[in-house]
Every structure is written in C-alpha cells, then in structure tokens.
C-alpha cells in the first residue's frame, strides 16, 4: 500500500523551531520529487517547499525562504523539512506529497499523486 506519513508537528512559540517528516511506505522515494503544502483554517492549500528526486534542487515560497530548509534521506525514504524561526502566519496543517510524474519540482497541488493525512504546526504569538 502507498503510504506518506508526516510527522513532527505540534505547538511551538513564535520564534521556536520544528522539524517535519514525510516517511513513504509502499514504494521508494528515490524517483519521486517532494513536496511540502500547507493549509490553514479558511484557507486554500498553498504549495511551501519542493526538493527534486535527487536532492540538488530546492525551491521555497517567497515567506519561508531563509527560515524553512527541505531535505531528502534517500535510503531513509524520508524527506524533511526544517522550520526555524516560525511565526504565527505559519500555522496550519502541513501536508508532504510525491509526484509521480516527473523527477523536477511543481507547485501546484495537481502535479503531486500521493498525499500525506497531515501534521498541525501551531505557532502561539
């Protein structure tokens, strides 16, 4: 059965950090590009961060870029995303995804063919 989980959400203050996880089970991340959107109340899913199949390409929306780091642990099936210095805008459910279709990064949400359930990350003020 393909399978995304994330993992590592939670409650944190502004200025703290958490570190998210995308384990795939079913099948090997290895050709697949990730990404990471979120969704927060009353809003639409918005893409945040893509990491290429092999690792060598990072993107981020313009918000994140210098907080939030994605990474890739190919033998650990994993994909990670470091979020440093968050604020409370950045509250919401937190979803990985893999695309299929191509080993380059995408971000609208229709490129990617397998999702996660989600992760909250609350960020109190």
């Known amino acids: 059965q393909v399978q995304l989980v994330e993992s590592g959400g939670g409650l944190v203050q502004s200025g703290g950090s958490l570190r998210l996880s995308c384990a795939a089970s079913?099948?090997?991340?290895?050709?697949?590009?990730i990404a990471w959107f979120r969704q927060a109340p009353g809003k639409e899913r918005e893409w945040v961060s893509c990491?290429?199949?092999?690792?060598?390409?990072?993107s981020y929306e313009d918000s994140v870029r210098g907080r939030f780091t994605i990474s890739r642990d190919n033998a650990k099936n994993t994909v990670y995303l470091q979020m440093n210095s968050l604020r409370p805008e950045d509250t919401a459910v937190y979803y990985c995804a893999a695309r299929g279709r191509g080993t380059i990064c995408k971000t609208g949400s229709y490129e990617y063919d397998y999702w996660g359930q989600g992760t909250q990350v609350t960020v109190s003020s």
């Open positions: 079913g099948f090997t991340l290895n050709y697949y590009a």
């Open positions: 990491i290429s199949s092999s690792g060598g390409m990072t």
